[in-house]
T-cell receptor
Framework: DGGITQSPKYLFRKEGQNVTLSCEQNLNHDAMYWYRQDPGQGLRLIYYSQIVNDFQKGDIAEGYSVSREKKESFPLTVTSAQKNPTAFYLC??????????????FGQGTRLTVV | GDSVTQMEGPVTLSEEAFLTINCTYTATGYPSLFWYVQYPGEGLQLLLKATKADDKGSNKGFEATYRKETTSFHLEKGSVQVSDSAVYFCALTRPPMDSSYKLIFGSGTRLLVRP
């Protein structure tokens, strides 16, 4: 079955550590996204990528980094520079932006907690 | 810049009541509009969409009509069920050829349906 897989589902980070969240899709989508969701809040865009080896900062990119070496994968690293990383992180992918039907498909999310 | 505004929740209804969740948007050109639903602890799922003015998206008894004159995309359902309890997000995408293509979400509206 096609879809997006995020791992792990739960992640705990110590102060000062970097952690990497995985996102893999087998939908053959060109575009991939990372969003952050805080309790009772909407989704805020961290980074997005429209094509392999290219990505753009979203609204809250500070303290995060990404790579897009393969079409299927878009890992997110939460660095020690991110002062308040505890949140629910969602990865999404969508069809190429040249098509009108550009709905996004989401993974199940990773809940990151700083301990 | 582009934005989506949703009514604040939570919205609490009794089973079989009529539901309306308001959504208005600001965007240049002709964006595509979406409603996504998020069940507790999960990612987002596409509920319905509309890609041009006067289009009506529908799914699982939910409907929304793309109103360009009022820049709105209100979500409605004639008779809600307890299983509809979730958070609902309105979203838009820029026109497909726009170089700043990305999904923009509203803040979400929590719906609680009581038996």
């Amino acid at each position: 079955d096609g879809g997006i897989t995020q791992s792990p589902k739960y992640l705990f980070r110590k102060e000062g550590q970097n952690v990497t969240l995985s996102c893999e899709q087998n939908l053959n989508h060109d575009a991939m996204y990372w969003y952050r969701q805080d309790p009772g809040q909407g989704l805020r865009l961290i980074y997005y990528s429209q094509i392999v080896n290219d990505f753009q900062k979203g609204d809250i990119a500070e303290g995060y980094s990404v790579s897009r070496e393969k079409k299927e994968s878009f890992p997110l690293t939460v660095t020690s520079a991110q002062k308040n990383p505890t949140a629910f992180y969602l990865c999404a992918s969508s069809s190429p932006p040249t098509r009108m039907n550009t709905e996004a498909f989401f993974g199940q999310g990773t809940r990151l907690t700083v301990v | 810049g582009d934005s989506v505004t949703q009514m604040e929740g939570p919205v609490t209804l009794s089973e079989e009541a009529f539901l309306t969740i308001n959504c208005t948007y600001t965007a240049t050109g002709y964006p595509s509009l979406f409603w996504y639903v998020q069940y507790p602890g999960e990612g987002l799922q596409l509920l319905l969409k509309a890609t041009k003015a006067d289009d009506k998206g529908s799914n699982k008894g939910f409907e929304a009509t793309y109103r360009k004159e009022t820049t709105s995309f209100h979500l409605e359902k004639g008779s809600v069920q307890v299983s509809d309890s979730a958070v609902y997000f309105c979203a838009l995408t820029r026109p497909p050829m726009d170089s700043s293509y990305k999904l923009i979400f509203g803040s979400g509206t929590r719906l609680l349906v009581r038996p």
